[in-house]
């Protein structure tokens, strides 16, 4: 179950909202009665409730909004349990002078913004002797390893036990706290209106994670990477595994770059099943991985981690994805898709062009690299074994192939290219890695000038639906995955006005 977040200034709206929330299937709404910009009534909130409700009302102290004294709030504490709440919630030092009465539910909770605490089965232990029917634990993750002690502890809770960790790395553990037995987890009404810091909107949490579908016997795969919070690879994995009726859930989970080995090593209690690797972790990780392919190890980079045979494996999907995507792109441009000997002009010298390089120099193409900071682009095109050319020359001589495999154009620089236009000769396939928006700014420009075009969408969806094999031995849903990919991207280009986004009264 999911209960959503509730908190409005004015009585209408928040009685507005939640009857909203009820039509569209909420099953539990917690009202945040410390938003209200007057004294809670809290009989007109309850009369006719359209779903059960936590009633909360938080301090300031404890990141609530509450105005009043301390006196006045357990006041209202106590109308909503007269008043027959089927929840009210009772932080640690409160929960002792507020007594059971009739029906209402008490969800004795915990909150810690700065840590979690490495005594969290003490603290479980102690609110356990409160009269709780819910225990609520939430802490700041400062490592991806609070939350595996997080789940660990809701797992061995005899009281039922609502434990997640908040902030950006909290994700893994909001999500998964129902595989281990939590009886439901927090939502907001929308991102715009989190309440807690990293809270997932009941959207993400309801469609996109699917957390009533979550159960102990739920596969569990991730992405790691620092930042992550941008990843599309949530939205296209979950939205496979969705598609197939697969029970396995996809999970972002940002991981620091000094602290690779240590948060996979405690990610192993939950069993991960698979990981895509990101930016910085693609080097790292071949020091976690037992076994990998030749082509990965030429490389020194790898996009995924899999398991065989009790093995962690890397490969690298990036450099084969950006191949058949280009490829294809010839076969539709009426060209034979043989790469060898064609003359492709890289841009670019990170993680991309150095998969693409290798893979297009393994197919036997003529490669040139050319990157905006002379140093690290020469010294890729000397790894790789090609020719390099300064970044003022890129545009100096033509070529078959042209790809782009730096961050320019990428969402929100989107009126940028990194090659002008009229470089271009209409014989050049152009292929642009970037996938944010689809339609780059170069794409758009090679289009106009008769070029053959590839967009990053391809690549992008050929090297997750190839993680999606290996991880659950199934075709991917291709079409599907892009579908659903573009439509995230378009949805990200509408502008949201203040009433659409819910933004507070
Ligand atoms: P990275 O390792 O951080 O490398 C970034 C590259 O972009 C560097 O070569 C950098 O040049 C260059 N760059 C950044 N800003 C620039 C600017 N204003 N002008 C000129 N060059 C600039 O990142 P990466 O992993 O290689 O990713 C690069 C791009 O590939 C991103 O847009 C990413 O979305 C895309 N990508 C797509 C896929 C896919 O599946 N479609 C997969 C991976 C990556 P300097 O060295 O001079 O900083």
Same mark, same amino acid.
């Given at each position: 179950?999911?209960?959503?977040?509730?908190?409005?200034?004015?009585?209408?709206?928040?009685?507005?909202?939640?009857?909203?929330?009820?039509?569209?299937?909420?099953?539990?709404?917690?009202?945040?009665?410390?938003?209200?910009?007057?004294?809670?009534?809290?009989?007109?909130?309850?009369?006719?409730?359209?779903?059960?409700?936590?009633?909360?009302?938080?301090?300031?102290?404890?990141?609530?909004?509450?105005?009043?004294?301390?006196?006045?709030?357990?006041?209202?504490?106590?109308?909503?349990?007269?008043?027959?709440?089927?929840?009210?919630?009772?932080?640690?030092?409160?929960?002792?002078?507020?007594?059971?009465?009739?029906?209402?539910?008490?969800?004795?909770?915990?909150?810690?913004?700065?840590?979690?605490?490495?005594?969290?089965?003490?603290?479980?232990?102690?609110?356990?002797?409160?009269?709780?029917?819910?225990?609520?634990?939430?802490?700041?993750?400062?490592?991806?390893?609070?939350?595996?002690?997080?789940?660990?502890?809701?797992?061995?809770?005899?009281?039922?036990?609502?434990?997640?960790?908040?902030?950006?790395?909290?994700?893994?553990?909001?999500?998964?706290?129902?595989?281990?037995?939590?009886?439901?987890?927090?939502?907001?009404?929308?991102?715009?209106?989190?309440?807690?810091?990293?809270?997932?909107?009941?959207?993400?949490?309801?469609?996109?994670?699917?957390?009533?579908?979550?159960?102990?016997?739920?596969?569990?795969?991730?992405?790691?990477?620092?930042?992550?919070?941008?990843?599309?690879?949530?939205?296209?994995?979950? %939205? #496979?595994?969705?598609? !197939?009726? +697969?029970? @396995?859930?996809?999970?972002?989970?940002? $991981?620091?770059?000094?602290? *690779? /080995?240590?948060?996979?090593?405690?990610?192993?209690?939950?069993?991960?099943?698979?990981?895509?690797?990101?930016?910085?972790?693609?080097?790292?990780?071949?020091?976690?991985?037992?076994?990998?392919?030749?082509?990965?190890?030429?490389?020194?980079?790898?996009?995924?981690?899999?398991?065989?045979?009790?093995?962690?494996?890397?490969?690298?999907?990036?450099?084969?994805?950006?191949?058949?995507?280009?490829?294809?792109?010839?076969?539709?441009?009426?060209?034979?898709?043989?790469? %060898? #000997?064609?003359?492709? !002009?890289? +841009?670019? @010298?990170?993680?991309?062009?150095?998969? $693409?390089?290798?893979?297009? *120099? /393994?197919?036997?193409?003529?490669?040139?690299?050319?990157?905006?900071?002379?140093?690290?682009?020469?010294?890729?095109?000397?790894?790789?074994?090609?020719?390099?050319?300064?970044?003022?020359?890129?545009?100096?001589?033509?070529?078959?192939?042209?790809?782009?495999?730096?961050?320019?154009?990428?969402?929100?620089?989107?009126?940028?290219?990194?090659?002008?236009?009229?470089?271009?000769?209409?014989?050049?396939?152009?292929?642009?890695?970037?996938?944010?928006?689809?339609?780059?700014?170069?794409?758009?420009?090679?289009?106009?000038?008769?070029?053959?075009?590839?967009?990053? $969408?391809?690549?992008?969806?050929? /090297?997750?639906?190839?993680?999606?094999?290996?991880?659950?031995?199934?075709?991917?849903?291709?079409?599907?995955?892009?579908?659903?990919?573009?439509?995230?991207?378009?949805?990200?280009?509408?502008?949201?006005?203040?009433?659409?986004?819910?933004?507070?009264?």
């Amino acid at each position: 179950m999911i209960c959503i977040s509730l908190g409005r200034t004015r009585h209408s709206s928040m009685m507005e909202e939640h009857r909203a929330l009820a039509e569209k299937g909420a099953e539990l709404v917690e009202l945040r009665v410390d938003f209200m910009r007057k004294r809670p009534d809290i009989g007109r909130l309850l009369k006719d409730r359209p779903t059960p409700v936590v009633v909360t009302c938080r301090r300031k102290a404890d990141r609530g909004r509450w105005f009043g004294t301390e006196d006045q709030r357990l006041a209202i504490l106590r109308e909503a349990i007269i008043g027959g709440a089927e929840y009210v919630d009772l932080e640690v030092d409160v929960a002792g002078s507020i007594r059971r009465y009739g029906k209402t539910k008490r969800i004795v909770s915990y909150h810690n913004f700065d840590e979690t605490p490495l005594e969290l089965f003490d603290i479980y232990q102690r609110m356990a002797k409160l009269d709780p029917d819910v225990i609520k634990i939430v802490t700041m993750a400062n490592s991806p390893g609070d939350n595996v002690r997080m789940l660990e502890m809701v797992g061995a809770a005899d009281v039922p036990t609502v434990g997640f960790c908040m902030g950006e790395m909290g994700t893994i553990s909001r999500v998964l706290c129902g595989r281990y037995g939590s009886p439901f987890t927090y939502a907001s009404f929308s991102r715009e209106r989190e309440m807690a810091p990293g809270q997932l909107s009941w959207a993400e949490v309801r469609n996109l994670y699917r957390f009533d579908h979550i159960s102990e016997r739920t596969a569990v795969f991730a992405v790691i990477g620092d930042p992550i919070a941008q990843s599309k690879s949530p939205l296209i994995h979950n %939205a #496979a595994y969705r598609r !197939l009726g +697969l029970n @396995a859930v996809y999970v972002p989970i940002r $991981v620091p770059p000094d602290r *690779l /080995q240590e948060s996979l090593n405690e990610l192993e209690r939950l069993q991960v099943a698979g990981y895509s690797v990101t930016i910085p972790h693609k080097e790292g990780v071949l020091q976690y991985a037992e076994q990998m392919d030749e082509a990965t190890d030429l490389m020194g980079a790898a996009n995924t981690l899999f398991r065989r045979g009790g093995q962690w494996c890397a490969t690298n999907t990036d450099a084969p994805a950006a191949i058949s995507a280009i490829q294809e792109g010839l076969r539709k441009a009426g060209c034979i898709p043989d790469l %060898a #000997a064609r003359k492709v !002009l890289i +841009l670019g @010298a990170g993680g991309a062009a150095r998969a $693409v390089g290798h893979g297009l *120099l /393994q197919q036997g193409a003529v490669v040139t690299l050319t990157n905006r900071s002379r140093d690290r682009g020469k010294s890729l095109a000397g790894e790789l074994g090609c020719q390099f050319t300064s970044w003022e020359n890129r545009g100096s001589e033509t070529c078959d192939v042209l790809v782009n495999c730096t961050a320019v154009g990428m969402h929100p620089n989107v009126d940028e290219t990194p090659f002008e236009q009229h470089w271009l000769s209409d014989s050049t396939l152009v292929f642009d890695t970037v996938y944010n928006p689809e339609q780059t700014l170069l794409l758009k420009q090679a289009r106009n000038r008769g070029c053959a075009v590839v967009s990053g $969408v391809e690549m992008f969806i050929r /090297q997750a639906a190839l993680q999606f094999a290996l991880f659950t031995g199934y075709e991917a849903p291709v079409e599907y995955m892009a579908d659903t990919l573009r439509r995230s991207n378009a949805a990200a280009r509408t502008i949201v006005s203040p009433e659409q986004s819910g933004g507070e009264s």
